[in-house]
């Protein structure tokens, strides 16, 4: 296997990525790593061909040590420094982008960040297409290289890519544990040429041999953060006999090619033509496991071990959702089991203006609604109802061209007016769709059917000549909620 692929234009990385999300933990306790000190044990990543490092705002000093290392190592042109941006739920003005951005590059000491990923907590509100927006404007000023995304659904970053943002990455949870990624992203990758990169590969170290033959541990403190996270993915998927079996599997065939659990698990994923690099967690100044990852990329899968794995994984449950749902829905599988350690809330999308005891409206302040003087949602006693909804966000068009992209932004777009007037998606009862062109009805039919799964609401769906060549669909819906 070549040990490096190229990503874009501007960024050819190695296979393997070295992940500093465990400097969080490090410094858990709130004893801050000396950046000089502990980002010297990054040379012999960069000296083995490990060259690119991934970081965010919010894996502690990351951002901080991995500057000093990459300005004071003797080859920096060839390191790659990637980090997050992870906002707050909420208003995202350009001003904030750019102080986010200009922050990194501070802590990072750099001219330009190589890849700047971006992590939207709520789709609803479409300030994560603005913060998208934001960040490519700073890409075209020279201030980034290339924009990725992490953890995002396929249905979002649909809507992004069919909306002009040029993404070239998606940073996901993707493991013998987790196989979302295999299905509808990998449609979506393989249509728009997006690559992955696969962290949680080793599932916080349980896919190892340190866990061959051990007892269940408990979720709580005497695990580090990573481990409680991937202990409730090991729950969902089955528990921990059902695990124990796929390590003995895994066992075998790692014996077989000289090597360890851990590298046949990431050389599994790695087979996925998608996946451009896996991430590989490291605790600075511990234990380097150098030569292992070098041992991975010389690991030739053989077919019949490849279908040896496939059978074991058959006897694993799938994990719920889509990519990055275990951080927006029930199950949450964070090492809390739910989002008390990342948000404290999310405020609603729309401003609710109260009319009298029995009616609120709420607009989305669209130039169509100010003119014709309507709104975006109107409730009335326990109803709500939506007016006619297009794929429209502070009248630019998203997702131009593409009837899926549009009918997914149209039901966030519906969803947030019945969440903000205290419904919720599954409190629908009526949807109308209006079709402009018939050839498109199936797509956006087969849309509206995963959207609406279990919920199952009456619904319409005809051809109509709709107001806006740039419109491929519009729908309207109306919800009966509890008082």
């Known amino acids: 296997m070549d040990n490096f692929i190229k990503l874009s234009d501007s960024n050819i990385v190695p296979r393997v990525l070295i992940g500093l999300w465990q400097i969080a ?60 941006w992870v906002p707050k739920p909420g208003k995202i003005s350009k001003k904030s982008t750019s102080e986010a951005v200009n922050t990194a590059l ?18 609803q509100d479409p300030n994560w297409l603005d913060a998208l927006s934001y960040l490519n404007e700073l890409r075209i000023e020279g201030k980034i290289k290339d924009i990725g995304v992490t953890n995002f659904d396929t249905i979002h970053l649909r809507i992004a890519l069919t909306s002009g943002i040029p993404i070239v990455s998606n940073q996901i949870c993707y493991s013998l544990l987790d196989r979302r990624a295999g299905f509808n992203m990998s449609k979506l990758c393989n249509e728009f040429n997006i690559k ?19 007892s269940e541990p408990k979720i709580d403190s005497k695990l580090n953060w990573s481990q409680m996270k991937y202990k409730r993915f090991i729950d969902i998927t089955g528990g921990w006999n059902v695990f124990q079996k796929l390590l ?63 059978k074991s994984l058959n006897l694993l449950k799938r994990v719920p959702g889509d990519c990055g749902d275990e951080y927006r829905k029930p199950p949450y ?24 005891n029995m009616r609120k409206n709420i607009s989305s302040k669209t130039d169509w609604e100010k ?51 205290g419904g919720k998606l599954s409190d629908i009862v009526r949807t109308r769709v209006f079709v402009k062109n018939i050839e498109d009805w199936k797509k956006i039919a087969e849309t509206h059917g995963k959207r609406f799964k279990d919920i199952n609401p009456a619904n319409t769906l005809v051809q109509a000549k709709l107001v806006g060549d740039e419109y491929l669909v519009e729908i309207e819906a109306e919800a009966i909620v509890k008082e």
């Open 25 to 84: 933990d490090m410094e858990k306790s709130g004893n801050i790593l000396d950046p000089n000190k502990i980002s010297k044990f990054m040379n012999i990543y960069a000296d083995n061909g490990f060259t690119s490092f991934d970081m965010a705002d919010h894996y502690g000093s990351s951002e901080i040590i991995s500057g000093v290392f990459k300005n004071n190592y003797k080859n920096s042109n060839k390191i790659n420094l990637f980090t997050k």
């Open 106 to 123: 501070k802590r990072m000491n750099q001219n330009q960040i190589d890849l700047m990923q971006f992590h939207a907590w709520h789709y």
């Open 196 to 214: 992955l990169f696969a962290f949680g590969t080793l599932a916080g170290g349980f896919l190892s041999n340190k866990w061959l033959g051990k």
């Open 248 to 310: 003995v599997q895994l066992d075998s065939i790692a014996i077989k090619n000289n090597t360890s659990i851990a590298n046949i698990s990431s050389r599994y994923i790695l087979e996925d033509s998608n996946v451009a690099s896996v991430i590989i967690g490291a605790r600075l100044g511990e234990n380097n496991h150098v030569q292992d990852h070098k041992k991975l990329l010389d690991i030739n899968l053989s077919l019949d071990e490849k279908e040896l794995i496939s």
């Open 333 to 356: 599988l964070t090492a809390s089991g739910d989002l008390s350690h990342h948000l404290d809330s999310i405020p609603n999308v729309y401003k609710v203006n109260k009319i009298n």
């Open 371 to 421: 003119m014709a003087s309507y709104s975006r949602a109107v409730k009335y006693g326990n109803r709500i109802i939506v007016s006619g909804t297009t794929s429209t966000h502070e009248n630019k068009v998203i997702g131009e061209g593409d009837p899926i992209a549009q009918t997914d932004f149209i039901i966030d777009k519906i969803e947030a007016s019945i969440s903000s007037l």
